[in-house]
């Protein structure tokens, strides 16, 4: 074999030991006897392209944050390796990348102590507002806390705890206890309130209940007296829609009960309507026909005579008894019309009779009538006079006067 120079940083001599330069002299790594120079130098430049390759791993390593503690421990084992390596290559440049990096991790420890710092505020300020809020839902007023919101809420923030417990950073152990017992206490506090208010909520639904039964029972008593049992079911009805809740479900149930009671006497009621009813479409022809004499005295101007017909109508009226429940508020409003018109005749009768108002006016009109004449003398004499002035201001008080006299007669 032949020795070889041509290489930078090694050579292989005749026997086919390989050396590495190093400095200002060289160092034997190892034989190749087998091969040519240039193949047993390649195998030993190969074992330094794989301690650069873990040189270069490792300073990106360091750049992308790695932690301070493994990249200083990773260093250390490639100086090892590196500090002589079987290697061929520029060995002191790799030593010289592995002291950067010593640097490095001195500014990463550095750099992640406060990371670590910062992160561990952030944590602590971030259980303490899952803690607040949870104090915030534990002052709730307990009447107005709505439960089920309340109770998922509340579940959603000790989940949110968990999972900051478990994927968070690890707080001292003074500050997390502190912070746990707060939470925990307001959690208790939160169940406490819940089955206080449940439970006076279950003792108000017993009482609501116990009387709506008792309303239940006294309407399904009136069942047998049907018709006449309607007024005094009305008035359980009003009971019943002060008692209160009683929950939904139970509320549904006591209702229908109740409702069928009350659907029984009604039925009662209505069929003796329905008899009524026939019975009284006779009175409901005779009292048309009253209204077709009554409706003409809507437009009636002799009022002793239109009050003199409506009072014989009125009396035949009243004997003809009752009609059909749902005719009666028709038929009582049109002769309502007729005795309004014949009422308002009496009432402009006497307005315009009134004795002291007609002495009021035969006073203000014979006033009015001695203050014509005097401005017709006076407009005639300033008409003789050529006064435009005078003319227009006489001739405009007259026509008032004129005026007020004819809203009098």
Known sequence: MATSDQHPWGRVDETG??????????????????????????????????????????????????????????????????????????????????????????????QQSAEARAALEQAVAERTAIVEEAEALAAQDPARTQWKQTSAQLDALFARWQSHQHDGPRLPKNEANELWKRFRAARSTIEHNRKAFFAELDSQHRDVRTRKTQLIEEAEALIPRGADGVPEYRRLLDQWKLAGRA????????????????????????????????EYEANLTAKLALLEEAEPLLKATDRESARAQLLSIQERWDAIGRVPRDQVRPIEDRLRRVEAAVRRLDEEHWEKNNPEKKARSEGLASQLNAAIAKLEQELEEAKASGDARKVKEAQEALDARRVWLDALR
């Open 17 to 110: 030991t390989v050396f590495v330069r190093e400095g200002d002299g060289e160092r034997a790594v190892g034989q190749y006897p087998d091969g040519t120079p240039e193949e047993a130098i390649a195998y030993f430049e190969r074992k330094y392209t794989d301690l650069a390759g873990q040189v270069s791993l490792l300073e990106q390593r360091a750049r992308r944050g790695a932690p301070a503690q493994d990249v200083a421990k990773s260093v250390a084992n490639l100086r090892s390796a590196v500090e002589g390596a079987n290697a061929v290559g520029d060995l002191a440049s790799l030593l010289k990348r592995l002291d950067a990096l010593g640097g490095t991790v001195e500014e990463l420890t550095e």
């Open 247 to 278: 929950g939904k479900k139970n509320d549904d149930a006591l209702w229908a009960r109740f409702k069928a009671a009350g659907d029984a006497i009604y039925s009662a009621k209505a069929e003796v309507d329905a008899r009524d009813n026939e």
